[in-house]
């Protein structure tokens, strides 16, 4: 799917976090062992949709962060962290489950450099929707980048 540019509003999620690399597989190691605990979350806002997020980025690898969006005073389950997703402007791509590390690589490979915007400050994400099935490679999975627009003329 072509990069869109969308304006979303800020969400709070809650889940279980890792620190990881790329590409790891640990990442899908943690979703089973997440999956087991979203009884716990309560009361998730969006239903039978989960997210996947990336933060504190640093050479050293990035926080993964599987989890629900709840409301901003939800509680938080021992052993998860809260989150705020802030509010802002997104590039949003969407690709089957089974292309997903493909799909990141024609993001920052491609379809932004291409586009007339730079990735900006802040986590990205993956929007697991009620439609997905991680039994099905064609599931459809989310992608949000933060974006700014290109600097003009350099």
Known sequence: MPLQIIDR??????GLQIRTMPMSPDIPALWPR???RIPEITPATEAKTTYGVMH??????????????VEPSAAVPAGMTKLTLPAGRYALFSFPFSKLG?????????????SDHVQA??????????????DEPASPVEVFV????KAKGG
């Open 9 to 14: 509003p800020a969400i709070t999620v809650v």
């Open 34 to 36: 997440f999956v087991a």
């Open 56 to 69: 504190n980025q640093s050479d050293a690898g990035f926080d993964y962060l599987a989890c629900v969006a």
């Open 102 to 114: 493909e799909g990141f690589g024609d993001i920052f490979e491609r379809q932004l450099p291409a």
């Open 121 to 134: 400050a802040g986590p990205l994400f993956e929007r697991y929707g009620p439609n997905f099935c991680p």
């Open 146 to 149: 933060p974006v700014a627009p």
